[in-house]
């Protein structure tokens, strides 16, 4: 079932920005603090102008440390968010969002973050639109395109005003629904000629194709694939046949998993593969965690590896090079992606508020690089 949940990037980093005239005179509309008669903004009834009175600021500089942290002055930024904490005060992002028409939202809406492969991109995407007072609201959709519709609707009931999603292989009506909405919207960890709005990815066909130069080059005749079933995957699956296909080798043997993947999966997959192609001397694994556990099926089996069979994985996990022998791999810059991704949105959000001008698609393609190891 899809699953929803948010993740609040918390307002904690110090702005750059010089702050506004407000922020460089601290006494400027100064309000005196009264008795809190009302409960919002926290468990005590406070107010935005108990908070100013107390940081000696105005209550929207006040607003624009929790809204545009950016543009205040980092000295004013700090005071304040003292004041905040000691106080406790929470603001009241529905009544705020309501009276400005801005949720200070953005949805995220990826496969997993079982492992550190989508996490690392999530991460580094939260802490840059939280810099910019932005919050990141998390949806997992499982490698379904079913439940990633499903889970558009969700999320949009909640105004974000902008949408991350993962890879290109979306419904059409999901893509209908996004060109409706009209709010900024950037795809990550794929390539595409229609992308609905911005981009961030890298091929995944050029993977398999480059993973299969790389066993050839390394004497292999025989490889086979260990892979999932989701649209990224039967794209690495189809680069790697091509190649090995312009190279002469068309019986291929290959083990399809259900996603997600785990280094269960894999020691399981790699004894039913060999079973069925027992002159198999390479595997390309559609993860490291499928590769992992082929790893140690080999090991069970008394095959030496890379010497009788040649294992590479995909996604450079941070354990990839803990493993005996350690693992080949792809790495993709999943920090780039992420930071590339919040920086697309805030640029549209940012000129859109402002300026209200059309933007054209803007693409990045951040590559990727084999790493080769002992394990081929």
Known sequence: MPTAKSTAST??????????????NPDAGVETA???KRTRGGPKGLRITDVAAQAGVSPITVSRVFNSPE???PETLERVRQVVQKLGYVPNRLAGGL?????????????????SLFSETIQVFSETLSRAGYEVLLALSGYSASSEESLLDTVLSRRPEGVLLTGVAHTDSLRERLANVGIPVVETWDTTATPID????????EIGAAVAQHFLERGA????????????????RAGFRERLAQAGIVAVAEEIVAPPSSVAVGKRALPDLLARAPGTDAVFCGSDLLAIGALGAARQLALDVPGQLK??????????TETAPQLTT?????????????RFLLDRLNGESARGEHHEHRVIDVGFTVLAREST
């Open 34 to 36: 009264a008795r809190p």
């Open 221 to 236: 005749r025989r490889p086979a694939l260990i892979s999932a079933n989701d649209a990224r995957a039967l794209a690495r």
């Open 99 to 115: 009276s400005s028409s801005r949720s200070r939202l953005v949805a995220a809406i990826v496969p997993t973050i079982a492992h």
């Open 311 to 320: 294992i590479c994985g995909f996604g450079d996990l941070e354990f990839a």
């Open 330 to 342: 792809v790495r993709v810059d999943g920090t780039r992606i992420g930071v590339s991704a919040a």
């Open 71 to 73: 543009s205040v002055a």
């Open 198 to 205: 911005m981009l961030v990815g890298f091929s995944h066909y």
């Open 11 to 24: 307002a904690d980093k110090t702005g750059s920005h010089a702050g506004t005239r407000a922020d460089a």
